[in-house]
């Protein structure tokens, strides 16, 4: 079992910034593919970013790519995102994910195994 627990998020004004992060349980964090998805009020979930398990790979959106930055730090078992020059159109519920063994439909949120309780952004304009 995998318990991954967002933090992070808050109310910023456009152009601003936030980090996200998703601190995870377990001894064989290393090994998970991390990804990062947000659902809008009223809309359905997107996926927002990725990272493999070694942190060499990294993969976006179009709509954050540029502004956003997925990392992680393998001995604290946790994975970030930093998010910057924010948009009202970014508001979401942020959710971290975790695939205990990679699977290349990373944009689709049955690819992973667990997941967090997000935590809330909102974007003033």
């Known amino acids: 079992q995998v318990q991954l627990e967002e933090s992070g998020g ?25 990804g990062w998805f947000r659902q809008a009020p009223g809309k359905g979930l997107e996926w927002v970013s990725v990272i493999n398990s070694g942190g060499g ?44 063994y990679y699977r290349n439909n990373y944009e689709e949120m049955n690819s992973y195994d667990y997941w967090g309780q997000g935590t809330q952004v909102t974007v003033s304009s």
């Open 57 to 100: 790979s990294t993969y976006y959106a179009d709509s954050v790519k540029g502004r956003f930055t997925i990392s992680r730090d393998n001995a604290k078992n946790t994975v970030y995102l930093q998010m910057n020059s924010l948009k009202p159109e970014d508001t979401a519920d942020y959710y971290c994910a975790a695939q205990l």
């Open 10 to 34: 808050g109310l910023v004004q456009a152009g601003g910034s936030l980090r996200l992060s998703c601190a995870a349980s377990g001894r064989t964090f290393s090994r998970y593919t991390m």
